[in-house]
């Protein structure tokens, strides 16, 4: 390859890492990225829609008897995650003066009341500033929705009355993951797949 500098031609050495050939051959190689259509991705969340009302539903409809005894405040079937103050999903890269503290978060598109993440953390204010699967899974989800012009509003909230112990916490995160079957927790991807997690 010959450059000029200021009128004289230099013969450079670099060598190209791969030939023309192996540039055809391993971009023809590639798995094409396959993006789910806007009417897939809407039976898609209607079905889970469905699954968490109906949860809802249930709950309230659940008769109470005299004798019952007070549900413990980290009883799984009390804690609504419909009903907590939702935050910007933003709420990491805000100034902190401590670490934080344990408690269960919930990630909600509130534009169709639909549970995608429920997760758990002993320090709320770092958990989310590295690197979290969930995050890649929300960009998708958001980038599909713009893709088809559809509305999305994807907030997060926090349940602050979770156990400080580990396990305890962790016990009552899963057992609400079970229930709500949310989307891009892991234990769920049997029933819904994972459209979301490539990328």
């Not at 009883?75 to 939702?86: A, E, K, W």
């Not at 344990?102 to 953390?121: K, Q, R």
């Amino acid at each position: 390859m010959q450059v000029k500098f200021w009128g004289l031609r230099l013969e450079t050495n670099q060598l190209d890492l791969f030939s023309p050939n192996e540039l055809r051959i391993s971009h023809s190689n590639r798995t094409p990225v396959l993006l789910m259509d806007e009417k897939t991705l809407t039976k898609w969340k209607q079905k889970i829609i469905i699954h968490q009302q109906q949860v809802r539903t249930s709950e309230s409809n659940q008769q109470v008897s005299l004798f019952n005894l007070p549900k413990s405040h980290v009883d799984p079937d009390i804690i609504d995650p419909f009903t907590i103050q939702l935050s910007a999903l933003s709420f990491y890269r805000l100034p902190v003066d401590s670490p934080g503290q344990a408690c269960l978060y919930f990630v909600i598109d509130m534009s169709t009341n639909l549970l995608l993440y429920i997760g758990e953390t002993c320090k709320s204010n770092q958990r989310w500033k590295g690197v979290h699967d969930c995050k890649r899974y929300i960009e998708n989800y958001i980038d599909l929705h713009y893709r088809y012009e559809l509305k999305t509003a994807v907030n997060i909230g926090f349940w602050w009355d979770a156990p400080v112990l580990s396990k305890a916490r962790q016990r009552l995160e899963l057992s609400l993951i079970q229930k709500w079957k949310s989307p891009f927790n892991k234990e769920n991807w049997k029933y819904w797949g994972q459209p979301f997690g490539k990328g």
